[in-house]
Nanobody, 126 residues
Framework: QVQIVESGGGLVQAGGSLRLSCTAS????????LAWFRQAPGMEREGLSC????????AYADSVKGRFTISRDNAKNTMYLQMNSLKPEDTAMYYC???????????????????WGQGTQVTVSS
């Protein structure tokens, strides 16, 4: 049974940092491109960052570029999102997603991703 679990969310002041983790089981982790999405109340789900199966390609949304860093450790079946310089507008539920492909790249569109975690809440106070 495939399971994807996010952790690391919480309440932080503006300007602070958090590191999210995404751990997967029941699948061959290294055969998947991975991504982080977020969704605030009343808003559409937004692709933030993705990483290819090798970790050699990454992409970021303009809203987080330069502040967030995605990485993965295939030996630990875990992906990370280091979030720095957090802003109140970063407040949202953050989701990990997996796409079953080993292309050299990845993208931030929802359509590729067919496995999702339950999310972890990030709240940034001003």
């Amino acid at each position: 049974q495939v399971q994807i679990v996010e952790s690391g969310g919480g309440l932080v002041q503006a300007g602070g940092s958090l590191r999210l983790s995404c751990t997967a089981s029941g699948l061959t982790f290294g055969n998947y491109a991975l991504a982080w999405f977020r969704q605030a109340p009343g808003m559409e789900r937004e692709g933030l960052s993705c990483i290819s199966w090798t970790g050699g390609f990454t992409a970021y949304a303009d809203s987080v570029k330069g502040r967030f860093t995605i990485s993965r450790d295939n030996a630990k079946n875990t992906m990370y999102l280091q979030m720095n310089s957090l802003k109140p507008e970063d407040t949202a539920m953050y989701y990990c997603a997996a796409a079953p492909h080993t292309y050299f790249n990845c993208d931030l569109g929802l359509g590729d991703y067919n496995l999702w975690g339950q999310g972890t809440q990030v709240t940034v106070s001003s």
